[in-house]
């Protein structure tokens, strides 16, 4: 593959999400990467080949490489690699079924933990039982969970992320035997994909790149302008929830996130939080 092809994909891959046009010098550096990268797809089927056990260990290491705050290292993988364990994770969650058939899953957690066994190992005091702790143990996941990803999709794996593991987070958190402290994140499907990549149209860079100063003086167009063209290409099959918010003459993006958060959902994570002893004011 030559740098030209390279820079020819990325190109590709920027219009199709953004709808904009870079130009791409095929003489920068790591085009190969930023490629892949461009050309991310979540992949929710599956091919039965295994995903060898050296090859996850390579893919957590590399994870676990990503940058964490403070170097406080706050985040835990746990391969539920029993399929019992998973199946009880899974009957918290409907309407999923990449999350049996995948070859591989793991929860991502957070883990303030270590950090306050410490401070009482060493014997010093913890006057920062507040929300930062909390922010800080969800964030350092989040980025491990991507950098994850991004190494699984160079080798030929493809992803889910899975935030559902949090709707029954308690149930989880006992299945997982998650102690105070320790919270899951969102659980990961990985195997090898079935099918091709297809690229999810985003926001446009004018909605979402600022530079000195955040703008939002054209929101309401251009959130108008994205539903149009990602309809184009990836319209929604059925509206949700027809029954509590009615037909809609045009179903695009903005419809269908409005009507997501329009119902209640996990309303008690909070209260789950608190009770793995964070203080969240
Ligand atoms: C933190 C996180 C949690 C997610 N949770 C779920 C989930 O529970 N189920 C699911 O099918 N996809 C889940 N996704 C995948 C998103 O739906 C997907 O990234 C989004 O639709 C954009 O598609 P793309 O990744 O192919 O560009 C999650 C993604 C992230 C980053």
């Known amino acids: 593959m030559t740098n030209q092809n390279d820079a020819a994909r990325v190109t590709a891959a920027i219009e199709k999400r953004f709808g904009e046009h870079i130009e791409v010098d095929p003489n920068t550096p790591g085009l190969q990467e930023i490629a892949r990268m461009v050309e991310h797809c979540t992949h929710r089927k599956w091919t039965d080949q295994a995903v060898e056990p050296g090859l996850l260990r390579l893919l957590c290491a590399t994870a676990l490489s990503a940058p964490s705050k403070s170097d406080l290292q706050q985040t835990d993988i746990i391969n539920v690699a029993d399929r019992a364990v998973r199946q009880s994770i899974v009957e918290q969650i409907h ?14 957690c957070g883990n303030n933990r270590r950090l306050r066994l410490m401070s009482q190992w060493r014997n010093k005091p913890f006057p920062n039982d507040h929300m930062d702790q909390f922010f800080n143990a969800a964030c350092d996941p ?23 593991v949090r709707n029954n987070a308690e149930r989880v958190s006992e299945i997982l035997g998650l102690p105070d402290w320790v919270f899951p994140f969102a659980g990961l499907c990985v195997g090898y994909p079935a099918r091709g990549n297809r690229i999810t149209p985003r926001l446009p860079l004018s909605v979402t ?21 990602r309809h184009e290409v990836q319209p929604y099959g059925k509206p949700r929830d027809v029954k509590r918010f009615g037909p809609a003459d045009f179903y695009g993006w ?28």
């Not at 999709?153 to 899975?162: D, F, K, S, T, Y």
């Open 254 to 281: 903005s419809e269908d996130k409005a009507r997501q958060y329009g119902v209640d959902e996990r309303e008690n994570f909070g209260a789950f939080v608190r009770k793995k002893r964070f203080g969240l004011d």
């Open 209 to 229: 790149v600022h530079t000195d100063r955040y703008d939002e003086s054209r929101l309401p167009q251009l959130i108008d302008e994205y539903d149009h063209r």
């Open 142 to 164: 989040a980025i491990i969970l991507g950098q994850f990803l991004c190494a699984a999709e160079a080798v030929g794996l493809g992803c889910c992320p899975i935030s559902h």
């Open 95 to 108: 309407d999923m079924d990449w999350i049996m058939e995948a070859p591989v899953f793991l929860v991502f």
